[in-house]
């Protein structure tokens, strides 16, 4: 695999371009850890997933490796059954924490990866089945990572709205 400049933009337009798959599990996803944490969360509109997808592709160091993660998983597979293979999910992990951004934000859109893989089965409802990677074993966990890196980097939760109460301010009292 080679990941050019050009590979870059043929990523970011394909990612943008599936807002109308994404947004849904987005959503799917944070209304299941609402309930899980007795919290109200804000749904993300496609409109607002594509203009993320924008500033993630907008730094070229995030891009190249969103970029290749994504190409990798669109085209990841394994011949029959596969036991012991995980790839997939290593990738589809990897995928989630590079969108999401530093710590700790890395780490929930790992564990929030999962989550979501849990509710995507691509090998099944597969809805455009001559898609380029549909039906491959990577499928369900790219659109699960996109899902997973976009609702943690995006505003909705009400714990990441405001100042945090453990800051320090080291000109004062806080």
Avoid: K
């Avoid at 799917?28 to 594509?50: I, N, Q, S």
């Avoid at 070229?60 to 490796?65: H, I, K, L, R, T």
């Avoid at 596969?82 to 859109?109: K, M």
Wanted: hydrophobic share 45%.
């Amino acid at each position: 695999m080679r990941v050019t400049p050009q590979t870059v933009r043929d990523e970011h337009a394909w990612v943008r371009d599936r807002a109308d798959v994404v947004v849904p599990i987005l959503n799917d996803t944070r209304d299941r850890l609402g309930r899980l944490f007795e919290t109200e969360v804000d749904a993300v509109a496609p409109d607002a997933y594509r203009r993320e997808v924008d500033a993630v592709f907008a730094d070229g160091e995030v891009a190249v490796n969103v970029a290749g993660c994504v190409a990798l998983l669109r085209d990841l597979d394994v011949e029959g059954d596969y036991p012991g293979f995980v790839v997939d999910e290593v990738l589809g992990r990897e995928l989630a924490a590079t969108i999401a951004g530093g710590r700790p934000l890395s780490l929930l859109a790992q564990a929030t990866f999962h989550v979501a893989d849990l509710y995507v089965d691509r090998d099944v409802t597969a809805d455009e089945p001559d898609e380029p990677g549909a039906g491959t074993a990577g499928a369900d966990d790219l659109d699960a990572a996109l899902a997973a890196g976009f609702q943690t980097r995006l505003p909705g939760w009400d714990w990441r709205e405001g100042t945090s109460p453990f800051a320090v301010n080291a000109g004062g009292s806080g």
